[in-house]
């Protein structure tokens, strides 16, 4: 089975992606992730996708499809988080799946206003470490800033800084919004409410995935 969660950058895609793949033992798959882990090694492709990440760009297409490619065919049930991020990617996605004999069940889009986003992703924190993502504001560390899991000192993404962020969503707005309509006219698109706290917001996922249906407010 394949989910994908789409939204704007600081939706809570991880947040709940986190969450839910553990709830359905599903992997999840964030592209985001993927890309600072290549980032971090200073490998080649981590060197090419340094600077358009730095500026809140979205890194090219071709490089993208690749590494969703190899996972895809590696894992049965798959959480897609931060991928697909324009039309042609969703076409990619399309090709992909349809290469594995496979599709898409759920989208879920984590609708969410811009002005959130800023006061969330200004006071987001992340382990380097693990991943484990905090919020100063909402969700902080019992270690004030260390990671309550492995000790590491918390640090901001150099994304997370209010001119990148602003990019960032212009980015959104003009590629990866249009996937709505693209997920909706299939039948498959799930609105859900991302300005609700973390659990209203997964029990509005989870109920989905169990065979209800969410109202989306
Ligand atoms: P990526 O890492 O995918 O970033 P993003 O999509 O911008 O999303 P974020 O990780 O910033 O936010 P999120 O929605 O996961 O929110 P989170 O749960 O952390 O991509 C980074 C870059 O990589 C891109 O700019 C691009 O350059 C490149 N890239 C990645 N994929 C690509 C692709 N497919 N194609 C091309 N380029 C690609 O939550 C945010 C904060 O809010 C946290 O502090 C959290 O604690 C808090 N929070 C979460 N939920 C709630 C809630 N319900 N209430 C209150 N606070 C909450």
């Given at each position: 089975m394949i989910i994908i969660l789409l939204g704007p950058p600081g939706a809570g895609k991880?947040?709940?992606?986190?969450v839910i793949s553990r709830k359905y033992?599903?992997?999840?798959?964030?592209?985001?992730?993927?890309l600072r882990h290549e980032v971090q090694y200073n490998t080649e492709l981590g060197i090419k996708a340094r600077k358009y990440m730095d500026e809140g760009a979205l890194v090219p297409d071709s490089v993208i499809a690749e590494i969703v490619k190899a996972h895809l065919a590696d894992n049965e049930n798959v959480l897609l988080d931060g991928y697909p991020r324009n039309i042609t990617q969703a076409q990619d996605l399309d090709i992909i799946l349809s290469s594995l004999n496979r599709s898409i069940e759920y989208v879920?889009?984590?609708e969410t206003d811009d002005e959130i986003i800023i006061r969330r992703l200004s006071s987001r924190r992340v382990c380097p470490e693990c991943g484990r993502i905090y919020n100063i504001i909402s969700m902080p560390s019992k270690k004030v800033s260390m990671c309550e899991?492995?000790?590491?000192?918390?640090?901001?993404?150099?994304?997370d800084h209010e001119d990148v962020i602003r990019n960032r969503l212009k980015v959104y707005h003009n590629e990866t919004h249009p996937l709505v309509a693209y997920y909706n006219e299939r039948g498959i698109l799930h609105k859900v409410n991302g300005e609700k706290d973390i659990k209203p917001l997964m029990a509005d996922i989870?109920?989905?995935?169990?065979?209800?249906?969410?109202?989306g407010n």
């Open positions: 991880g947040t709940q992606a986190k033992n599903f992997k999840h798959y964030s592209t985001g992730d993927a879920f889009y984590l899991d492995d000790d590491n000192v918390l640090l901001q993404r150099k994304d989870s109920c989905v995935l169990d065979g209800g249906v969410s109202n």
